[in-house]
């Protein structure tokens, strides 16, 4: 598990490709002294299981799931990548709960400055779309963000200068393609509504003590 708060960035050092899998090697810009085999690490959002380390680098396996879901398969060598180690039970939960299982590459459609924050607009299938709720959250390459606004189409997200000059965030342009991750919790809570034949609407909200 993890919380979309990035720890560092990385260096993609090395990549081998077989059969649509990745062997991938990676630097971390950050002092790790206590790497473990088989532990968990977010690259780009994406839950991998460390295979192999130094003190100075990482590999990870990436299966033909990971390849064809994310972003992974366009990494190069010399590319940045975001960072997150899994969270331990003792943790603070700084944001929210990520999975680190991507659900699909969204292009991002608008970059806008609005003070000193910036305004990403990227699109998204509606099969993942109807897990958006406005000021909920979403994990793009990593990170939790905030949503700002969204239809059946479309998301908002905005990024504060700390997460936007800290993450591979800076590097973003109009038509990258960006890891996607919905609320884990939203799914959840949808896919059982519907199993269970329970409609959530305003007057069920009220019904239950919600409102």
């Known amino acids: 598990m993890f919380t979309g708060i990035i720890h560092g960035l990385g260096t993609a050092l090395e990549m081998k490709k077989l059969n649509n899998q990745l062997q991938i090697r990676i630097q971390p810009e950050f002092k790790i002294n206590d ?5 968990s690490m977010a690259v780009n959002g994406c839950c991998l299981s460390v295979t192999k380390f130094s003190r100075d680098w990482f590999e990870a396996y990436v299966s033909s799931e990971t390849f064809f879901r994310t972003n ?9 990548v975001n960072l997150e180690r899994a969270v331990k039970l003792n943790d603070r939960l700084g944001w929210h709960v990520v999975t680190g299982h991507i659900d699909e590459t969204a292009t991002i459609k608008k970059i806008q400055l609005v003070g000193t924050s910036k305004i990403v607009t990227f699109a998204i299938s509606q099969k993942n779309s109807k897990y958006l709720i406005e000021k ?3 994990t793009l390459d990593g990170i939790s963000l905030t949503i700002v606004g969204c239809n059946k189409q479309y998301c908002k997200v905005n990024l504060n200068p700390e997460t936007f000059n800290n993450t591979t965030a800076v590097f973003w342009y109009v038509g990258y393609k960006v890891n996607i991750e919905v609320d884990a919790l939203v799914k959840s809570v949808n896919i059982s509504t519907k199993q269970n034949g329970i409609s959530i609407s305003k007057d069920f909200l009220f019904a239950h003590g919600y409102l």
């Open 35 to 39: 790497f473990q085999l088989g532990e």
């Open 136 to 138: 909920g959250s979403i």
């Open 72 to 80: 992974l398969k366009n990494l190069k060598i010399k590319n940045l």
